[in-house]
């Protein structure tokens, strides 16, 4: 039995050497002929001959030289072809559109509307009886792990980011498929939005009130501390913002004795309201609508 492969194996060799090898043998043969041939045809002198024979051989070397270059080629070319791995096919995905679905955000109160296109692959050969709910409750887990990090006001800036993370193919929790997600849409209620834009121009609008009552207050607190603590302090600060109006600012300093001395010690008729003010206060609400305020003046005036 080994003599017969053996010999086999001799003779598979003999014939793959021989089919190498013919193509050169053959052109070289036609080389070698083709000189003579035409010595004996048209009766060449042998210098001749000799020219023509080695002209036809070294053309001949070429011929088989360029046959031998290109067998090496297709034989690497076949090399790499064998090595080069198969494409592997990929599964053709399941979907199913996810029209729009609740899903929670950063606020309470406040839900994102989520639609998207579910796609998965797997589920065949397990045992769970409903690919498409698995499909959709992993993206879901996916997508509400991002929103609830996200402000109700912030939905365009979220949506890229949320369909970044949806879009990657990712096995779910149990390992029986491999879900991912595209044309991924996230928005806000009209009502939810109406609310959210209302609640923002009220924070603008209480920070403004905020810091003009800041204002308001920084400029009395330096008004009755630094201005208006003598008729002098009270000239010099009018004269800083006017200071081409002296004689102004001098005629001006019984106005401002009579400020710094209201600042500092309140008519009586100020302190004398501020307590009746302060009796009314214990009272009912009717009472309390009927209280005069201090900056109108009272009869003794």
């Known amino acids: 039995m080994g003599c017969r492969v053996g010999a086999r194996t001799r ?28 010595t004996f045809a048209f009766d060449l002198p042998r210098w001749l001959t000799v ?56 606020e309470p109160y ?5 639609s998207c296109k ?5 589920g065949e050969g397990s045992e769970h009886g409903n690919p498409r709910g698995l499909a959709v409750h992993a993206i879901l887990e996916r997508a509400r792990q991002l929103t609830i ?25 149990s390992g029986q498929i491999v879900a991912w997600a595209h044309e991924v849409g996230l928005t806000v209620p009209e ?29 009395r607190a330096y008004l009755a501390e630094n201005v208006f603590t003598d008729p002098g302090s009270a000239a010099v600060w009018w004269l800083a913002r006017h200071p081409e109006q002296v004689r102004e600012a001098a005629a001006l300093l019984p106005t401002f004795a009579e400020l710094t001395d ?5 008519p009586p008729h100020y302190a004398q309201a501020e307590r009746d003010n302060g009796a009314r206060l214990s009272g009912n609400d009717d009472d309390r609508r009927l209280l005069p305020r201090t900056s109108e003046s009272t009869p003794d005036d």
Not at 14 to 37: D, H, N, Q, T
Not at 110 to 114: C, G, K
Not at 192 to 219: C, G, N
């Open 11 to 38: 003779y598979v060799v003999r014939v793959e050497i021989s089919a190498r090898w013919r193509a050169p043998i053959l052109v070289m043969g036609a080389a070698l002929l083709l000189p003579l041939m035409l």
């Open 51 to 106: 020219i023509l024979l080695v002209l036809s051989l070294a053309a001949g070397a070429m011929g088989v030289r360029q046959v031998m270059f290109q067998r090496e080629q297709a034989a690497l070319l076949a090399d790499v072809a064998r090595s080069r791995p198969k494409p592997v096919v990929e599964p053709v995905p399941d979907e199913h559109h996810v029209p729009a679905i609740p899903i929670d955000s950063a």
């Open 110 to 114: 406040y839900r994102f509307i989520l």
């Open 118 to 122: 579910v796609c998965w692959t797997g």
């Open 149 to 173: 990090t996200c402000s109700p006001a912030d939905a365009e800036a979220a949506l890229p980011r949320l369909a970044a993370e949806l879009g990657a193919k990712l096995p779910d929790r």
């Open 191 to 219: 009502t939810d939005a109406a609310r959210i834009a209302r609640l923002a121009e009220l924070r603008k609008e209480k920070q403004v009130l905020h810091q003009e009552r800041e204002l308001e207050q920084s400029t």
């Open 262 to 266: 209201a600042l500092r010690d309140p």
